[in-house]
């Protein structure tokens, strides 16, 4: 051993002693955060539970000794579009956290993972989990941290499966299949349940929409098909029955009834509509007008002519002398023609005596006299006469 000049041996083992210590001192140590490699990615099921394995060691240290060291722990969880919020924390002894969030080891320890029980969809996020150590005079001796990604998988809902279409010999379908709830989006498979089984593919079967094209309907593609909805975090299933028909459908026989009554609707309509016309035209012909005067009755001789007030003679038509004879001329009887008349003749005033004068006889057309007329059954008739001012008189 090499001794230094004026110093005693027990001195220079005191100086070793504490130039070791000094190198094992808390002040030298340095927190580093671990995760377990391949792990900083995780995946889990809604419902389920997961662990965020972490933990730290002291980078300097010379051993392991804990009895200096007190750490605090903090996790975060980072979403897009949120802000940070703390979901647990362990200082001085005292663990605070959220619903369902712990620590797997119990503290103080070196081991700072977390596990999530219970997970839902909104538990997906970024995890960042923060050492502090302090020594035993609560003096800062470092800080490290390190980030877990977490996203939690929704199994697909139960799907709703859909007919489209009418179901009849010779048409197209679709059968329509989608899950309301799913992360990631589902996919979806089709086939068709013995005893004719048969599984679908493309072009027919889109799996992303969950849509089974099928054309040009026969009574063979009668069954019960089912569809599959999956992905990584489940699976989920409906059925729909296929029926194809031969006849026309009740859309069909519903069409062709409110076709017909709506024809027989329009058809009582216009017969309506024609009974209105008809009596709206009879109406004006039955009308009797209030204002009207009736002619004056003036007295007719009968058997006689009949002369006007300025002395013309009335044309007088006999309506027997219009009718066809009924039988064989008689002999030496004179047969009148249609539309006979007497013309007006002008007339001299006779004075007025109290004798009774003859009356004249007049010619007539065709050579038949008023008077054979008369006896014939004709009907004398007065055309009025004008007067020099243009009115009749």
Not at 67 to 79: A, D, T
Not at 112 to 125: A, K, M, Y
Request: aromatic share 4%.
């Amino acid at each position: 051993m090499v001794s230094l000049p004026g110093r005693p041996a027990a001195s220079l083992l005191r100086f070793l002693f504490l130039g070791l210590s000094a190198l094992a001192s808390p002040a030298r140590a340095q927190p580093e955060l671990h995760v377990p490699a391949g792990l900083s990615r995780l995946q889990a099921v809604e419902g389920a539970a997961v662990v965020l394995p972490a933990w730290y060691t002291l980078k300097g240290e010379l051993s392991s000794a804990q009895q200096w060291e007190v750490p605090l722990v903090i996790w975060f969880l980072e979403q897009k579009g949120k802000q940070l919020k703390q979901v647990l924390s362990y200082n001085n002894g005292v663990v605070s956290s959220k619903r369902g969030v712990s620590l797997v080891h119990s503290m103080p320890s070196r081991n700072v993972s977390l596990q999530l029980q219970g997970l839902r969809e909104e538990d997906s996020g970024s995890y960042h989990c923060s050492v502090n150590v302090y020594d035993s005079q609560n003096v800062d001796k470092g800080h490290s941290s390190a980030i877990l990604e977490l996203s939690v998988l929704v199994p697909p809902a139960p799907p709703s499966c859909r007919l489209l279409g009418v179901p009849r010999v010779g048409t197209n379908v679709t059968l329509s299949c989608q899950s309301p709830r799913s992360k990631p989006a589902a996919q979806y498979q089709w086939e068709r349940l013995p005893p004719s089984s048969q599984v679908f593919f493309a072009p027919v079967l889109d799996a992303v929409r969950g849509s089974l094209s099928l054309t040009n309907l026969s009574t063979s593609v009668s069954g019960v098909y089912i569809c599959k909805a999956h992905n990584q975090a489940g699976s989920a299933k409906c059925n729909v029955t296929l029926e194809v028909s031969t006849g026309p459908g009740p859309a069909v026989v519903a069409g062709a009834v409110v076709g017909t009554l709506v024809g027989l609707g329009l058809l009582a309509g216009l017969v309506l509509l024609y009974q209105r016309w008809n009596k709206a035209l009879e109406e004006p012909a039955n009308d009797i007008k209030e204002d009207a005067i009736a002619p004056r009755a003036l007295p007719w001789p009968k058997g006689s002519d009949t002369i006007s007030k300025n002395g013309t003679l009335s044309s007088v038509t006999s309506a027997r002398a219009l009718r066809p004879p009924q039988g064989p001329p008689r002999p030496g009887a004179l047969t009148p023609t249609p539309s006979l008349s007497i013309q007006a003749l002008p007339s001299p005033r006779l004075p007025r005596t109290d004798e009774a004068h003859p009356q004249p006889v007049l010619p007539s057309p065709g050579g038949v006299s008023s008077s054979a007329l008369s006896r014939m059954g004709a009907v004398p008739v007065m055309v009025p006469a004008q007067s020099q001012a243009g009115s009749l008189v």
